[in-house]
């Protein structure tokens, strides 16, 4: 069983368009989060949720918008595609407290044409 | 905030040699420290962890130490395989709600 699963893994578009990429994890943790990873590889923290609930939210544009119906998913939305927003996002899960590692699943490489 | 540096970007070894990658950081409060392995079209997979009351741990063929006066800590990997190819990434962490903060990566290539 996947313990953090992405869908979908690829996604090209074009500019402008309205996206979402869908994270769900089966291992009961209560914190998720949304990584973004660019080309040279940086990892950048997007938001944190913790039991649905918001807890960081990163200087990220507001055309990101993070949705948790329930503990167990954290999905992505994407309006208005831009260019710069291609690259791979990373879903995660923990449990409560950072000095835990993370789950990560396996990643949405996103293109956006 | 935290700042953490991890060298080198690139790193590449024959089979069998052994592998150090370095990390230093600038929070002092920083107390726990992760390290991943990122392969080929995946995610980042946690391999090892350190917190800041130990100053080395091992599992098999990987090892991390901590110097927490000197703020830095390292990945070292012992007679290396093929597979040990990736993006490893370290990280450090205040722990609580604190999010930790990410090395910018280095890719391990072993040659056969």
């Known amino acids: 069983d996947t313990a953090v699963s992405q869908t979908p893994k690829y996604l090209v578009t074009q500019m402008g368009n309205d996206k979402s990429i869908k994270c769900e994890q089966n291992?009961?943790?209560?914190?998720m989060y949304w990584y973004k990873q660019d080309s040279k590889k940086f990892l950048k923290i997007m938001f944190s949720?913790?039991?649905?609930?918001?807890?960081i939210n990163e200087t990220v544009p507001n055309r990101f918008s993070p949705k948790s119906p329930d503990k167990a998913h954290l999905n992505l939305h994407i309006n208005s595609l831009e260019l710069g927003d291609s690259a791979v996002y990373f879903c995660?899960?923990?449990?409560?407290?950072?000095?835990?590692?993370?789950?990560f699943g396996s990643g949405t490489r996103l293109t956006v044409v | 905030g935290e700042n953490v540096e991890q060298h080198p970007s690139t790193l590449s070894v024959q089979e069998g040699d052994s592998a150090v990658i370095k990390c230093t950081y600038s929070?002092?409060?920083?107390?726990?420290f992760p390290w991943y392995k990122q392969e080929l079209g995946k995610g980042p997979q946690l391999i090892i962890d350190?917190?800041?009351?130990?100053g080395e741990k091992k599992d098999q063929r990987i090892a991390v130490t901590l110097n927490k006066t000197a703020k830095h800590f390292s990945l070292h990997i012992t007679e290396t395989q093929p597979e040990d190819s990736a993006v490893y990434f370290c990280?450090?962490?205040?722990?609580?709600?604190?999010?930790?903060?990410f090395g910018r990566g280095t890719s391990l290539i072993v040659h056969p």
């Open positions: 949720y913790n039991n649905k609930e918001l807890i």
């Open positions: 350190i917190r800041s009351n130990v």
């Open positions: 990280a450090a962490s205040r722990g609580g709600s604190y999010i930790p903060t």
């Open positions: 291992l009961g943790h209560d914190t």
């Open positions: 995660a899960s923990s449990i409560p407290g950072q000095e835990y590692g993370y789950t």
């Open positions: 929070d002092s409060a920083s107390n726990y």
